[in-house]
């Protein structure tokens, strides 16, 4: 049977960050670069604060960002080598985001079938042998529910939760730290 690497979706694949960047710079008049963001809880990085959920709520919000460099090749990488790849991402409080993620995953990680995009909150519900994320406390949920699977992340400035085990270095560099995910998973699988 195919080993199953579980993957978040924004923050991970899809960059939120870069976006929120954009339109702070614009509509706040701030000089955000990426290297600002060194946070997993983006109201600390972003001095609009909880602005930051407005934007990310917005209808349409999902629909035009861009990959993170490096991640659509790693997923695909991954994908080539035999392993099941599954998008799991969650919802924002618009209704509208869980239809505009799938639709976002189907343009960018086509060899990814439909069916295996899954949006909900409660990742730790899911089996993986590899779980690729970037919150803290989904970390956390799937470390405790999945104690012998493997958890990866892109690193922020902070050290991820102690029960991660690969941090891969970092998001002033998401191809390298994609490069980084691929090569632990392949030789976890070898």
Excluded at 53 to 67: I, K, M, N, R, S
Excluded at 119 to 126: I, N, S
């Amino acid at each position: 049977m195919s080993k199953i690497v579980l993957c978040d979706l924004d923050g991970i694949v899809a960059d939120l960050q870069g976006k929120l960047i954009e339109v702070s710079n614009r509509d706040h008049g701030t000089d955000m670069k990426r290297s600002d963001v060194d946070d997993w809880q983006l109201t600390k990085c972003f001095s609009i604060g909880e602005k930051v959920w407005d934007y990310v709520g917005a209808d349409g919000w999902f629909d035009d960002l861009e990959p993170l460099a490096g991640a659509v090749s790693g997923l695909a990488q991954l994908h080539d080598a035999g392993l099941k790849v599954v998008v799991l991402t969650s919802a924002t409080n618009n209704p509208n985001s869980a239809a505009e993620k799938k639709r976002w995953a189907a343009k960018h990680l086509p060899f990814i079938k439909r069916r295996h995009v899954m949006v909900g909150a409660l990742k730790h519900l899911v089996r993986g042998d590899f779980f690729i994320d970037d919150s803290p406390a989904q970390q956390k949920a799937y470390r405790k529910a999945w104690p012998d699977s493997t958890i990866l992340t892109i690193k922020y400035e902070f050290p991820a939760d102690k029960g991660v085990d690969v941090q891969a270095e970092s998001y002033k560099d998401t191809s390298e730290a994609w490069d980084i995910i691929v090569k632990e998973v392949l030789a976890r699988i070898a």
